[in-house]
């Protein structure tokens, strides 16, 4: 399955959390097939490297940077060629959907839920889940 990992579960799998760590783990282990475009790289390199996050995280800055470098080499590059802009609550967002969208994810692993399915344009044919939520359905 395509899908797109939002920022929130790679700090979750930083920081220990099991239902985080296996999404990412099944990406590894080409379960599912992660994507990524412009925005969401950028995004992943900068909270990545807040240290403030990390203050209670049990690796370090060059662990973290070596996780998103292998995680990394499993995901998909896809380029947005048009901006669909679905205007969710958080404008910074709306590049998920965008992405899921040019690369045809059927779901959007994110503990924004609630935010991610408020737009005012919906795509249903795309999920979005919690780690949770995505590790029941399979």
């Known amino acids: ?22 999404v990412i783990a099944s990406c590894l282990r080409k379960d599912h097939q992660p994507i990524i475009g412009t925005t969401l790289f950028a995004e992943y390199v900068d909270v990545l490297n807040r240290e403030e996050l990390f203050t209670r995280c049990h690796l370090d800055s060059a662990e973290r940077n070596e996780l998103l470098d292998i995680f990394l ?8 060629y048009y901006g669909w802009r679905p205007n969710l609550r958080d404008e910074g967002d709306n590049h998920l959907i965008e992405l899921a969208v040019a690369g045809h994810a059927r779901c959007v692993v994110s503990r924004n839920v609630n935010d991610l399915m408020k737009g005012e344009l919906l795509f249903p044919d795309i999920a979005i889940m919690t780690p949770e939520q995505f590790l029941l359905r399979g």
């Open 1 to 22: 399955m395509i899908i797109v990992i939002d920022t929130n579960i790679l700090v979750g799998a930083c920081m220990g959390s099991s239902a985080a760590n296996e």
């Open 73 to 80: 080499a499993s995901c998909r590059w896809t380029d947005i």
